[in-house]
């Protein structure tokens, strides 16, 4: 087990590290926007760290306006949990933070879930582009929270299971959406929402996007019924090679997540997807990007739950 004790994972050196990201230049009002008329109220029965904005008379930290706003674990505790989130390649369960940092395990739940909200890309950029080629595909794992049809053998069929449609830029970026109905019409919408009309799109043999496809510069598929998986330059490996790591960490290191906060989830793949090695990203810059993400963002317990 990690040693909290030591001088890296103190209050104030976190806050530092975090003041250096979120406040470069010096701080900034959460409320006003005010950087320059800010006064630092250090000592006596002041908290370390708080800043009071001479403008609009607030006072505030840097945690404030953020997913960490309001949350009573030391603050060197959210920094080393975000450091173990995006540095573990197959992400760390909720029952591991529990036991690493010694809260309860609701507490490292919540943690968790304000980490992924972080992670989220508020406004994500197109994928694709002219003479670019951009794959999509569909995986369906786990059961509904609610399901309305089963097999003879009393399994849920493909409408009883969780679908995930993923659109990977190769070479690039990714996005990922959970789908609560698999149809033609929903997934066409994604599909042009978030894709360049100017890319090459490749599929599977799948009916889902024929039509939509018509719309792109060209649309080339592999049939996976007949045993092609590849055709020259015309395959969908990529996208199932990310699903393939996201159903084994599921499975694996997550082992049970509700429906409705699988979007939190692919959110953390996708950005840890998004900023990978490949990309020219560090575990540090990782990081970094991953801080930067908790400004204009809180999550209470009743919404994440």
Same mark, same amino acid.
């Given at each position: 087990? =990690? ?47 708080? $800043? ?10 840097? %945690? ?41 395990? @609701? ?31 569909? %995986?369906?794992?786990? =059961? ?6 089963? %097999? ?21 970026? $990714?996005? =990922? $959406? ?15 929402? @978030? ?7 490749? %599929? ?73 090695? @490949?990309?020219?990203? =560090? ?23």
């Amino acid at each position: 087990m =990690t040693d909290l004790s030591q001088p890296a994972f103190h209050d104030d050196a976190a806050r530092r590290h975090l003041e250096s990201i979120y406040w470069p230049n010096g701080p900034i009002c959460p409320h006003c926007g005010e950087c320059e008329n800010v006064t630092r109220l250090e000592g006596g029965a002041h908290r370390p760290g708080v $800043v009071q904005c001479n403008r609009c008379r607030q006072q505030f930290t840097v %945690t404030v306006g953020t997913v960490l706003e309001r949350s009573k674990i030391p603050l060197h505790k959210w920094v080393h949990a975000m450091h173990l989130m995006c540095a573990s390649k197959k992400g760390i369960s909720a029952h591991q933070l529990h036991r690493v940092f010694g809260i309860s395990y @609701k507490s490292a739940w919540f943690m968790a879930h304000r980490l992924r909200e972080a992670l989220r890309d508020p406004a994500p950029e197109g994928l694709g582009g002219a003479g670019k080629v951009v794959e999509a595909d569909e %995986t369906y794992f786990g =059961t509904k929270d609610v399901v309305t049809k089963r %097999t003879k053998h009393g399994k849920p069929g493909l409408s009883g299971k969780r679908a995930v449609l993923g659109l990977v830029e190769r070479g690039g970026k $990714v996005r =990922t $959406v959970h789908i609560s109905k698999v149809g033609s019409a929903n997934v066409a919408d994604i599909v042009r929402r @978030k894709l360049s009309r100017q890319s090459r799109l490749m %599929t599977d043999e799948s009916r889902l996007y024929i039509k939509v496809g018509e719309e792109f510069a060209r649309h080339q598929s592999v049939t996976h019924s007949a045993g092609e998986y590849v055709r020259d330059d015309v395959h969908t490996n990529t996208i199932e090679g990310y699903f393939s790591v996201f159903k084994r960490v599921m499975k694996g290191v997550y082992q049970h997540c509700g429906e409705a906060h699988l979007h939190r989830y692919l959110s953390e793949f996708d950005f840890r997807y998004n900023t990978r090695a @490949k990309l020219g990203f =560090t575990d540090a810059d990782r990081a970094v990007v991953a801080w930067l993400g908790i400004k204009g963002k809180r999550l209470t317990y009743r919404r994440a739950d």
